[in-house]
């Protein structure tokens, strides 16, 4: 948690199919003073349950408030980790590695949900991480090797921001994260499908 009041993101009732969010850096007001700071976010320590995985499936429903430029990620470990952001066009991200865009979608102000899929069992980056958005398979854009195992020396995990250490925050999110689910391992196609079956009844997206 951010122990800096005016750096602490917002609860925000009623927003995506009649439930909460927690709103990161967004303009407007709220009961408890939402201001559009710009360096919202929220920090979880330890979080070594992450390290040296073999396998890991991450789960966010999101909205972006904005599609300017500049990058900015809903969740990030301290080493580039479990990444997921946008650059204003692209949707993209980081895991075990190596970076990764998602094609032929361009960021807009509508609520989704990705499910990014880490199998450090599979052959090559597009055997090993998979994306789906908003219930479809997504072609990723890879930067560098995809490892076969997460990192080993990750301590922190980030709501809403980047950073190298807990004191180090940047590329802020700005919009919502209605909702993180994390495996330790790579889920089956099944509970894949089962998992966007949740997804839909609860958020209608």
């Not at 939402?34 to 789960?59: C, F, H, K, Q, R």
Request: glycine share 14%; charged share 15%; aromatic share 10%.
């Amino acid at each position: 948690w951010n122990s800096t009041g005016g750096a602490r993101p917002e609860w925000f009732s009623n927003q995506i199919n009649g439930k909460g969010v927690v709103r990161f850096n967004g303009p407007g007001s709220s009961p408890t003073g939402e201001d559009g700071d710009t360096n919202e976010t929220l920090t979880i320590n330890p979080v070594t349950y992450i390290n040296s995985l073999a396998g890991a499936t991450m789960v966010i429903v999101y909205k972006s408030l904005s599609t300017a430029s500049g990058t900015r990620y809903c969740c990030s470990t301290d080493v580039g980790g479990f990444q997921f952001g946008q650059n204003g066009t692209q949707y993209v991200g980081g895991f075990a590695g190596a970076t990764y865009t998602i094609d032929s979608t361009t960021v807009d102000t509508n609520p989704h949900h990705v499910i990014v899929k880490f199998d450090g069992s599979g052959s090559g980056n597009t055997g090993r991480l998979k994306a789906r958005l908003d219930g479809a398979d997504v072609a990723l854009t890879y930067t560098g090797t995809v490892n076969t195992t997460t990192s080993a020396v990750a301590k922190y995990f980030y709501g809403g921001a980047t950073g190298t250490s807990s004191t180090n925050q940047t590329n802020f999110w700005i919009g919502d994260i209605a909702e993180l689910l994390i495996w330790t391992r790579a889920l089956s196609t099944v509970e894949v499908l089962a998992v966007e079956d949740y997804l839909t009844n609860k958020w209608a997206i």
